[in-house]
T-cell receptor
Framework: AQKVTQAQTEISVVEKEDVTLDCVYETRDTTYYLFWYKQPPSGELVFLIRRNSFDEQNEISGRYSWNFQKSTSSFNFTITASQVVDSAVYFCALSEPYSGYSTLTFGKGTMLLVSP | DAMVIQNPRYQVTQFGKPVTLSCSQTLNHNVMYWYQQKSSQAPKLLFHYYDKDFNNEADTPDNFQSRRPNTSFCFLDIRSPGLGDAAMYLC?????????????FGPGTRLTVL
């Protein structure tokens, strides 16, 4: 079973629209971490945010905001007033440091296309 | 700026001709990772080093090997590249392993196999 599900394969919006990227995860651990990475066409994976399982407070950073809800095992990412430069593939990832897994489990990614 | 550097950014090799990809870091992190990412897929971990301790993922082909001569550098060697090895290769670093810390990625090396 997938541990990190990004059901949206591709989203297309027009500049200035708000857009939410969904991420649903699965774990039996009580301690875990969730991440979002951005991968623009150049290929580099850019770290956006890291959240631990004990901190459900939503976070806002400029036009970016994240909604973490343990009750639904979701960690959704919203971009407000999208811009063309936001066009990229966005990956949600999970780490379970006390389960013997050495690293991150990535979702399959959501490609966001923002047109002018 | 502290960062993860990968060279070259683009590498073209011939079928069966050994190739080496390079990664260096100025973050002084303990852990260095190599990922393979094929088109429209998520990155797939090949192996990682915690300091000098090498950890191979179970499904990483024997064709892929790695060296870490010091804290700053890590190399990915592909002994006999096949057409299926054409991909983006991403290097990442973190202070600690086990998913306890954030991984920071380099810009990647895009490998083409002719």
């Amino acid at each position: 079973a997938q541990k990190v599900t990004q059901a949206q394969t591709e989203i297309s919006v027009v500049e200035k629209e708000d857009v939410t990227l969904d991420c649903v995860y699965e774990t039996r651990d009580t301690t875990y971490y969730l991440f979002w990475y951005k991968q623009p066409p150049s290929g580099e994976l850019v770290f956006l945010i890291r959240r631990n399982s004990f901190d459900e407070q939503n976070e806002i950073s400029g036009r970016y905001s994240w909604n973490f809800q343990k009750s639904t095992s979701s960690f959704n990412f919203t971009i407000t007033a999208s811009q063309v430069v936001d066009s990229a593939v966005y990956f949600c990832a999970l780490s379970e440091p006390y389960s013997g897994y050495s690293t991150l489990t990535f979702g399959k990614g959501t490609m966001l296309l923002v047109s002018p | 700026d502290a960062m993860v550097i990968q060279n070259p950014r683009y590498q073209v090799t011939q079928f069966g001709k050994p190739v080496t990809l390079s990664c260096s870091q100025t973050l002084n992190h303990n852990v260095m990772y190599w990922y393979q990412q094929k088109s429209s897929q998520a990155p797939k971990l090949l192996f990682h080093y915690y300091d000098k301790d090498f950890n191979n993922e179970a499904d990483t082909p024997d064709n892929f090997q790695s060296r870490r001569p010091n804290t700053s550098f890590c190399f990915l060697d592909i002994r006999s590249p096949g057409l299926g090895d054409a991909a983006m290769y991403l290097c990442a670093t973190s202070r600690e392993t086990g998913g306890l810390d954030t991984q920071y990625f380099g810009p990647g090396t895009r490998l083409t196999v002719l």
